[in-house]
């Protein structure tokens, strides 16, 4: 989708709402994959807010994105019950099998590693989530045979 088509949209769907900055960044997020830091200004212009106040949501919230996305997102639950059973070793072992220092997106595109502070899957930890699909008792075998998937698919 165009980028201007994308923010234009989102801004005239919530135009006039009480707090309609997180809604229509949500929308521009799910159109493009992210959120174009070169058009904070048009967004915060609309909604008569600061850029700064605008930058300041997206960089709170660990769900917006400035820079798009792997064509795979893998979301690895950094909360105590996971890191109690293993996350931290999974997640060195992503990153090296992706070739990543720390979370952020391979060098081909094709997979975004991000923190996630809880899938809600306790029960079944160390926990991730592959393209929004919930996996629990990931180890580094299931995981490899996970990201073998989509390399094949």
């Known amino acids: 989708m165009d980028t201007t088509l994308a923010i234009t949209a989102a801004l005239d769907a919530h135009q006039g709402e009480a707090g309609a900055l997180l809604p229509v960044l949500h929308d521009i997020q799910d159109a493009l994959g992210f959120i174009p830091p070169q058009h904070l200004d048009?967004?915060?212009?609309?909604l008569n807010l600061s850029r700064a106040e605008v930058h300041g949501v997206i960089s709170f919230y660990h769900d917006f994105r400035t820079e798009p996305p792997g064509r795979h997102r893998l979301k690895l639950c950094r909360a105590e019950a996971c890191q109690a059973v293993g996350?931290?070793?999974?997640?060195?072992?992503?990153l090296r099998?992706?070739?990543l220092k720390a979370p952020g997106t391979s060098a081909n595109g094709a997979v975004?590693?991000?923190?996630?502070y809880c899938l809600g899957n306790c029960a079944l930890s160390p926990a991730v989530m592959l393209d929004g699909q919930l996996h629990g008792m990931v180890d580094a075998a299931r995981l490899d045979a996970l990201l073998d998937a989509l390399e094949r698919s």
């Open 42 to 46: 048009v967004i915060a212009a609309a």
């Open 87 to 94: 996350s931290s070793a999974l997640q060195d072992h992503a």
């Open 97 to 99: 099998r992706l070739g």
């Open 112 to 116: 975004t590693v991000e923190h996630v």
